[in-house]
């Protein structure tokens, strides 16, 4: 019976259900449901990534114990009614722009949220309030698709969230992978959604890159701003640091990008 269901949900490309949905079509006891599912879950036809959330494991991903999170995540967003999006160092890697592969995976939201661990599937949620105005682009997969930050907004948090992104060396060798598909004027809107502090410091980078169009549009912009001066590295002492006049940016650490 419950197989049946399950197959019936494959047939249709789907692969994520609620444990409410299932409550709903079966004339069952919850504690007989929930105790049915746990038994498939054990035998490894069912992943539990959220409370009350399933995902269905074909074969092929038993092994690692999860579906690929961005084919459960849109769903699970969905689930929960929240906004979110693919940023960070996961939207970079859509973007061919990695340079190595990130071992969590990285989804903005408009609503704090703890990481999920799902067999070997790690997922990393990014706390910004204004998620929902940020912009995106969708990508297929093989579960349908899947919400993604524009190159543009992707460089911005990257900046932005840059303890979560393996520190600024990685960063600036990311933005230099990322820079060929940032449009310069998208990327002034993005900065109108971003703090002032994260467009310095992207400005100051993208100069270092000698991605000078790039960089004086928003240094155009940033004359509007009237920017404060803000440390390069968040958290660190900037004693000591020369400032950069045209971005009010303290150097206060060396910035080494692999190119």
């Not at 019976?1 to 249709?12: C, G, L, P, T, V």
């Not at 999006?85 to 704090?112: D, I, M, N, T, W």
């Not at 100069?207 to 701003?225: F, S």
């Amino acid at each position: 019976m419950y197989m049946k269901i399950i197959d019936e949900f494959a047939a249709q490309g789907r692969f994520c259900f609620s444990f409410a949905e299932m409550v709903k079509r079966l004339d069952a006891s919850p504690v007989a449901i929930k105790s049915a599912l746990n038994r498939l879950k054990k035998k490894g036809v069912l992943a539990l990534p959220y409370q009350e959330f399933y995902v269905i494991l074909p074969p092929e991903h038993r092994a690692r114990g999860c579906l690929p999170p961005q084919q459960f995540i849109p769903d699970l967003m969905e689930y929960l009614g929240e906004a979110y999006y693919v940023g960070l160092l996961s939207a970079a890697e859509f973007h061919g722009a990695a340079h190595h592969r990130p071992q969590v995976f990285q989804v903005v939201v408009a609503k704090a949220r703890r990481p999920i661990e799902c067999g070997q599937v790690r997922v990393e949620f990014v706390f910004r309030k204004n998620a929902a105005s940020i912009p995106t682009e969708p990508r297929n997969t093989t579960a349908g698709t899947v919400k993604i930050s524009t190159p543009e907004a992707t460089a911005i948090d990257l900046v932005g969230y840059v303890r979560r992104c393996a520190g600024l060396d990685n960063v600036a060798t990311v933005l230099a992978e990322l820079s060929e598909k940032i449009d310069v004027g998208r990327l002034v809107e993005v900065a109108q959604h971003s703090p002032i502090a994260w467009v310095q410091r992207l400005g100051y980078l993208l100069e270092l890159l000698e991605e000078h169009d790039k960089a004086d549009l928003l240094a155009d912009y940033l004359k509007t701003c009237h920017p404060m001066p803000t440390p390069l590295e968040p958290g660190t002492s900037i004693k000591g640091a020369k400032k950069n006049s045209r971005w009010q940016v303290f150097i206060n650490t060396d910035v080494e990008p692999e190119l």
